[in-house]
């Protein structure tokens, strides 16, 4: 799990954020649990998932189109 003072650059944050989500999930969180650690919105926490299974699945990708979420931040993330 990566720490607060870790830096992620920015073309690799949507796989740390899948991971972070994949940990939560394991440790039986709920969506809302982690949609708000990550700062992101529950749609967004089903994608990071859908990328953390398809990683674990063996493929380099998700097979989901990557699209832009607004969280309530009004951050735009693109998976």
């Known amino acids: 799990m990566l720490d607060s ?3 992620v650059e920015p ?3 949507p796989a740390a954020w899948a991971d972070m989500a994949r940990e939560y999930a394991a440790r039986r969180w709920l ?6 650690a ?3 919105d529950e749609p967004t926490v089903d994608r990071l ?3 953390g ?3 674990a699945g063996g493929t380099t990708r998700a097979t989901a189109t ?3 979420a ?4 009004g951050t735009d993330i693109v998976l």
């Open 66 to 68: 990557p699209e832009a």
């Open 5 to 7: 003072t870790d830096y």
């Open 11 to 13: 073309e690799d944050r």
């Open 49 to 51: 998932l859908a990328i």
């Open 70 to 73: 607004t969280t309530e931040r």
């Open 38 to 40: 990550l700062c992101v």
């Open 53 to 55: 299974e398809a990683v």
């Open 31 to 36: 969506r809302h649990e982690i949609a708000f």
